[in-house]
């Protein structure tokens, strides 16, 4: 009995014993995770200042389209890049937490990015009707209903398996491991649609409003756009790296065991 | 010694004694890699229909230099999508195989990619020079030169990483086998970025030759262009999940010990 108290412990946690990190393993970690996170704030920041500097700022009117049109890039970039990247993050920060609390989170991050993209969807939606302008007929918007499509998706049942299921707690455990990496590889895949329906719309957009002319001699607003489009790259190259690294993952007798919960 | 022979065998190919696989694991694994190969010829098929249906096919004349520019959409999606995307299933597809084959294969693919991407370039470029259009202004050649960039490094140092190195094998096999995961992982990333940038040029190419009215009433042309973009879209999701399967990779032993050749 007294061996298992510790054993359940562990396995509840993201802390290893047997895995002790070495300093210069921490300052890779620390600046990796420091770096994600000034892109991931980052990328909004330089949208909502975009906007606010070059378009206007935002509103919601059926006189004022393309201000509504403006909420558009903002809360996609919010919810498929910023709230969506720290939530897939959020397993490889939060190492030292609870697994019950980083699965919240990473839940709460999703509820986060969800209206963002619900909303974003909606303004667009409502902008190409009101300016009479067809829907869904460019690369970038069929992307974007299969990233939509994919999150809802990813989302109903990841809630539900991961969440609600924990009411059966033991009789669901094999379940709900078998999904797991599943449930990881299309949320990658999510993420990745994200970001290609993100850089689309940056080319469509810089296109549309600025026309091909004056984008081929890159005024600063042509430069905010790209920066806007080389920062999601940028995040995309950290995900990537911080997903593969199996350094920055938590043990993984640890993972397989904090299934439990 | 007659121990060491048989394991000798199996560290320099694919194949392990150890795991065989079910009928329904090669099932899976059978139509995961025709899927993926009928994919990615017919990727480059499509781009190839659309040149000469739509475009009116192939030239690199003064005279001709929107036919010039075909080029580029055309080898680029040979170079970054067909040709690096055989090549990095090679390591899922000839799993049978003897290591060093594997690499030869993944060498050649690539030596055949790079051609592609570098007459793609230089048929834009010069196609801008000739029109007098800037060079370097868009999002989607900022991604294109980053991918070009990371192509070539990885080129030159797979190279001499993985197959001039072989010349002093056991003294560099330490060097080579932390430089896997390094290779593997910027390797996926350029695939991503090469998909980024075909996707972003798809959406200006459908912009500047049918205009946003044109392309926004859907016509065939513009349902060819995003069907293109569709199916890259499809090729990525697919390597994800092939290259994300650890069940479609050799054994971690074999891995580990193939090294060495």
């Not at 990328?43 to 070059?54: P, R």
């Not at 389209?65 to 890049?81: D, R």
Request: proline share 2%; net charge positive; with cysteine.
């Amino acid at each position: 009995m007294v061996l298992r108290f510790p054993f359940k412990q562990r396995s509840r946690s993201y802390e290893s014993d047997e895995h002790e990190r070495g300093a210069c393993e921490w300052c890779e970690y620390a600046l990796v995770i420091t770096l994600a996170t000034v892109l991931l704030i980052g990328v909004s920041a330089l949208t909502i200042f975009w906007t606010f500097f070059y378009r206007e700022g935002y509103a919601w009117a059926d006189e004022l389209p393309e201000k509504q049109f403006n909420l558009h890039p903002t809360l996609m970039v919010a919810g498929f890049i910023t709230f969506s990247g720290f939530s897939v993050l959020l397993y490889r920060i939060c190492r030292c937490f609870r697994r019950i609390y980083v699965k919240l989170l990473h839940a709460i991050f999703h509820a986060l990015a969800f209206p963002c993209i619900v909303i974003g969807f909606l303004a667009v939606l409502d902008f190409h009707n009101k300016k009479g302008i067809n829907n869904f007929y460019s690369l970038h918007s069929w992307i974007g209903f299969v990233a939509m499509g994919l999150f809802g998706i990813q989302y109903v049942v990841g809630f539900f398996s991961f969440l609600l299921l924990l009411i059966c707690n033991k009789g669901t455990a094999n379940f709900r491991a078998s999904l797991v990496p599943i449930h990881a590889a299309f949320g990658i895949l999510t993420f990745v649609l994200g970001v290609c329906a993100c850089l689309t719309g940056l080319t469509e957009k810089a296109l549309f409003t600025l026309g091909a002319e004056r984008y081929s001699g890159l005024p600063d607003e042509g430069v905010i756009i790209n920066a806007i489009g080389v920062a999601i790259i940028a995040i995309l190259a950290v995900v990537m790296y911080i997903v593969s690294r199996n350094k920055f993952k938590a043990d993984s007798r640890d993972m397989t065991a904090s299934v439990d919960l």
